[in-house]
C-alpha cells in the first residue's frame, strides 16, 4: 500500500533496462523466443523440480506478461541469450526479478529467479546472470532486499543462492502454486538486503 509521501512499489524506471555481462545479455523478450521457451519449459530435465511441464500456451502468457511488467516498469524476467562472436546469440532462458504474482509469507516482495535449457546448465550462466540482476536490483532499481525461493529438493538451484551471497531465512513454507501432497510443495526461502549485498561487494574488493 502506497500514499503521496511514500514512494510507488515495485519501483519503475524511465526506460526498459537491459544488461550485458562478460558472457551474457539480459534483454526484453522477442517473439523469436516464444518457440525456444517452449522448448524448454516442456523438458523433463529443466522442470524436474515443478509440479508439471507447461503447455506452450501457458509458456506464451509467462512471455507476454513479462513484456507486461517491462512496459509498467522497465525490468522484469529478462530473456538470457549468450554473447557469441558470431552475428546473434544464442537464447538459452531467463534471469530475472519480479513480483510473485501469489501471496506468499514473504509477500510484498521482489523475487530473483532462472529457469535455463539443459544445454546452458553447469557452466555457470545461472550464477553470473543472477549476480547483474541483483547489481541491477539494488543499484539501478533501488530494491531494499530481494528475495528467492525453491523446492527443498532443488539443491542445484538454492547452490546458486548461496554462491549470490543470499541467506537461508528458515522461514520454509508450503508453496500454494504446487498440489498439496506434492514433495515439491515445501520451499526453502532465501534473502537478501541491500546492506548485505553491499557488503559482500566490499569484502569482494579487498
Known amino acids: 500500500m502506497t500514499s503521496p509521501d511514500t514512494p510507488a512499489w515495485p519501483p519503475a524506471l524511465p526506460a526498459v533496462l537491459e544488461i550485458d555481462t562478460p558472457r551474457l545479455r539480459l534483454r526484453r523478450w522477442t517473439d523469436a523466443d516464444r518457440a525456444p521457451f517452449a522448448a524448454l519449459n516442456a523438458d523433463p530435465a529443466?522442470?524436474?523440480?515443478?509440479?508439471?511441464?507447461i503447455p506452450r500456451e501457458a509458456s506464451d502468457r509467462s512471455i507476454d506478461a513479462w513484456l507486461a511488467d517491462f512496459d509498467?516498469?522497465?525490468?522484469?524476467?529478462w530473456a538470457v541469450e549468450t554473447r557469441e562472436s558470431h552475428a546473434e546469440g544464442r537464447f538459452i532462458g531467463f534471469v530475472g526479478l519480479s513480483v510473485p504474482r501469489r501471496t506468499l509469507p514473504c509477500s510484498p516482495c521482489v523475487e530473483i529467479g532462472w529457469r535455463l535449457a539443459r544445454a546452458a546448465h553447469g557452466q555457470g550462466y545461472a550464477t553470473e546472470a543472477a549476480r547483474a540482476a541483483l547489481r541491477a536490483g539494488f543499484v539501478d532499481i533501488g530494491l531494499d532486499e530481494i528475495v528467492s525461493m525453491t523446492a527443498v529438493l532443488n539443491t542445484p538451484s538454492e547452490a546458486v543462492m548461496k554462491r549470490l551471497g543470499m541467506v537461508d531465512s528458515g522461514e520454509n513454507f508450503d508453496h500454494p502454486g504446487v498440489p498439496e501432497g506434492s514433495p515439491l510443495r515445501p520451499h526453502v526461502l532465501y534473502r537478501l538486503t541491500r546492506a548485505q549485498w553491499l557488503a559482500g561487494q566490499q569484502a569482494t574488493r579487498a
Open 46 to 53: 529443466v522442470m524436474r523440480f515443478f509440479p508439471a511441464l
Open 72 to 77: 509498467a516498469r522497465g525490468w522484469s524476467n
